[in-house]
């Protein structure tokens, strides 16, 4: 019986996380890229508004993901039109923009997540700014 409660704990648990994993597409670099420019979205650096000070995809607003109130600080900011229904986000290696991801699709966001994040965009020879 335990055993039956587990797995249907997990079944449950499975369904409910894949709801929003459908809305969640984690690219490689040039794939991102080319979904950045081929999409007009809100392109968010989830990390720390130092590391985002030390150099940024081009155009990224910094909203940072290990904040409490993540959801209301992205869905308040002044510069993002959060009424796009899909946005881009990444981090440094990409499990913080997979935090975020999971938060934003909850929020019923189509969320576009950059792996391995701006490390794997710089080994990828791409731009950064500061």
């Known amino acids: 019986m335990k055993k039956?409660?587990?797995?249907?704990?997990?079944?449950?648990?499975?369904?409910?996380?894949?709801n929003?994993?459908?809305?969640?597409?984690?690219?490689?670099?040039?794939?991102?890229a080319a979904v950045l420019q081929e999409q007009s979205m809100p392109l968010v650096d989830v990390r720390t508004a130092e590391e985002y000070a030390e150099g940024h995809l081009p155009g990224a607003i910094n909203v940072d993901v290990?904040?409490?109130?993540?959801?209301?600080?992205?869905?308040?900011?002044?510069?993002l039109n959060t009424e796009h229904s899909a946005v881009?986000?990444?981090?440094?290696?990409?499990?913080r923009s997979m935090k975020a991801a999971t938060l934003l699709a909850k929020e019923g966001k189509e969320v576009y997540n950059?792996?391995?994040?701006?490390?794997?965009w710089k080994e990828a020879g791409m731009p950064v700014e500061k």
Request: hydrophobic share 45%; charged share 20%; glycine share 8%.
């Open 4 to 18: 039956l409660s587990l797995a249907l704990t997990a079944a449950a648990l499975f369904v409910a996380c894949g």
């Open 66 to 79: 290990k904040q409490p109130d993540f959801v209301d600080r992205y869905t308040k900011h002044s510069t």
């Open 114 to 120: 950059l792996a391995g994040g701006i490390t794997a």
């Open 88 to 95: 881009a986000v990444y981090c440094l290696r990409g499990s």
């Open 20 to 32: 929003d994993a459908k809305n969640i597409h984690t690219l490689e670099a040039a794939d991102f």
